[in-house]
């Protein structure tokens, strides 16, 4: 079914979640008196693909694409539609609220708002000591002890214990949500855009922590994000949502250097470079990302995709793997090392010729 | 050169609890015709507040210009009246702002929006109105325009509002555009799209463009020059390439590296600045940026550096020779360098 399963198992890594057929619709209500149920927002439409034990896997794409509500599908925060979450080989959408209790404990989620996400009422030590409670793990004393560790690690002061989440920047803030992710020593970690609220010189702080806590629990991370350049630096393999499907997945390396993908070679095109000496080809997509309530026929990406072909309103491209570990669903992927734009050239004189 | 906009040592502020808080505490800069120029800084270093200074705006967030000099054209802003700000404003200046769906106005169509500027500062007809809201509407990429003209805010995406302001702004054919952000709240693909109609219509119109931005790509891809603000202050002002070439303020050479690059080494630590921004209750002594400096000295805790001429360029640091001579400025490329102890 999954077809990069095979793939990256070369690399001795076995995977730890697998992710089959997922989807996740939002039905919309019709209007009338009756309130049928008329359509729905396609929001994660069959996905498919694998994480492997200690990688961090980065996933981009535009606002709403999908990655979020796919992050938040996989940890059972929202519950799927249709389709298979496999966590250490156990299909997870099949536990019950006692057995998902106890999952949470190997599962987490670090989320964009630092303001949002913590609860403004409670101290810093109730929202990391919470965890150690739900889950009887220690309380009082140890409970403390517990946290001021854990403060420690991320990099804030034990002693501001007693505070509450207003007295805090930013940042700060961010790192007490990753002190509470990480407070049960989880397994697995969903990072939902965990640093795209903060201001420049303080994201690299945060990307450092959460580099450094990878490896020292060895954590399996999943890292949402929509900048590009953070999301290359911090991860191992990277996949690109579009409109609800996953358009490609390679190692990063692959993704940044050569993409296969029409889109994502032009997401990268556009991504504003730090650097005027850098003088790219830019590629601007005309046009903008089509409803999910009403994504076009076959190719999703068709209607703004520069090589798109009448294949591609009729079929709508697997996820294959057309060079070595790395996946494209695309009728006409670029060839290795090809431009978009030596593609979109190729491909008017092949229409003349025929 | 040809002066658009001088600002001279400008402070704005606003009345707190706890006293007046300075957001922009003397700000000096031009911009030239014609010219783009980006101030970048990060939440808190003033940008937004300079440039609504510039349009007069701060007065209706009970902020308050106290002292400095704006002048536009020549003429002085800062003691113009209510209704002669009112002409100016939208009609030679004109700006436009990060969530386009707040400041369009959701019970009128996007039409009615247009002709309504165009009426403002032009004794024409409401037919011929219309018809140069579709030639804008063009202008700026919209397909459709007599459908689109119809229809209410809510019904365009993100990105089509922000050409929408952009249409509106340029109904009166300003000289200088103020944008503050326009692209934030956009995604990448649409975000290149509006920068490249804004590069389009800079270039067509010979029209100076203030732009604002938090994203150091951004300045790079649209700025001649570019201004560093921090904390209510400027630390440096530069070509674009020279600044990207050598930052001359410790705080630019760390902004500029704590950005991962495209090409960068992955997984290594990235540089970063120690610490968190200041909040403008409690603004260091001596140079701002000093508790976060990795040069700082005893001088620049309790002495304050002035923006100081360096050649074509400015910077407010006391150890900027030292800095230089020692090659402590230099953008260390990525990979293998990023040992943190």
Known sequence: MNPNQKSYSSDNSEPLLRIENLKKH????????????????????????????????????????????????ILRLQEPTEGQVFFNNTNILLHNKHEL???????????????????PRFTIGQIIGEMYEIHGIAKGAEKEKKVKEMLELVGLDPSRYNSYPHEF????????????????????????????????????????????????????LLFIAHGLNVVRHISDRVGVMYLGKLVEL????????????????????????????????????????????????????????????????????????????????????????????????????????? | MDKILEVKSLVTGYQGKDGF???????????????????????????????????????????RIIEGEIKFNGEELTTKNTEEMRRIRGSKISMIFQEPLTALNPVFTIGKQITEAILFHHPISKKEAWQRAEELVRLVGISDPQARLKQYPHELSGGMRQRVMIAIALASEPDLLIADEPTTALDVTIEAQILELLRKLRQERNMSILLITHDIGVAAEMADRIIIMYAGKVMEIAKTKDIFDQPLHPYSKGLLESVPKMNGERGVPLKSIKGSIPSLNEIPSGCRFSPRCPFATDKCHTEEPLLEMRGERQVACWHVDYLIENSLLQIEEEGGVSIES
Do not use: W
């Open chain 1, 26 to 73: 939002f039905p919309i209500k019709g209007g009338g008196y009756f309130r049928k149920e008329k359509k729905a927002v396609l929001a994660v439409d069959d996905v498919s693909f694998t994480i492997y034990k200690g990688e961090t896997l980065g996933l981009v794409g535009e606002s709403g694409c999908g990655k979020s509500t796919l992050g938040r599908n």
């Open chain 1, 101 to 119: 209790r106890k999952l949470r404990k190997q599962m987490q989620i670090i989320y964009q708002d630092p303001f949002g996400s913590l609860n």
């Open chain 1, 169 to 220: 920047s930013g940042g700060q803030r961010q790192r007490v949500g990753i002190a509470r992710a990480l407070a049960l020593n989880p397994t697995f970690v969903v990072a939902d855009e965990p640093v795209s609220a903060l201001d420049v010189s303080v994201q690299s702080q945060v990307i450092n922590l959460l580099m450094k806590l990878k490896k020292e629990f060895g954590l399996t």
């Open chain 1, 250 to 354: 390679s190692e990063t390396d692959n993704i940044f250097e050569s993409p296969a993908h029409p889109y994502t070679a032009a997401l990268l095109s556009t991504v504003p470079e730090a650097d005027p000496r850098l003088k790219k080809e830019r590629i601007v997509l005309k046009g903008e990302v089509p409803s999910p309530a009403n994504p076009p026929s076959g190719c999703r990406f068709r209607t703004r995709c520069p090589l798109a072909a009448e294949r591609c309103k009729n079929e709508m491209p697997p996820l294959v793997e057309v060079r070595s570990k790395h996946h494209v669903a695309c009728h006409y992927p670029l060839e290795e090392g090809q431009t978009l734009k030596e593609a979109i050239a190729s491909r008017k004189e092949g229409q003349l010729s025929i």
């Open chain 2, 21 to 63: 808080v300075r957001a922009v505490d003397g700000v000096s800069f031009d911009i030239n015709r014609g010219e783009t120029i980006c101030i970048v800084g990060e939440s808190g270093s003033g940008k937004s507040v300079t440039s609504m200074s510039i349009m007069r705006l701060v007065e209706y967030e009970n902020g």
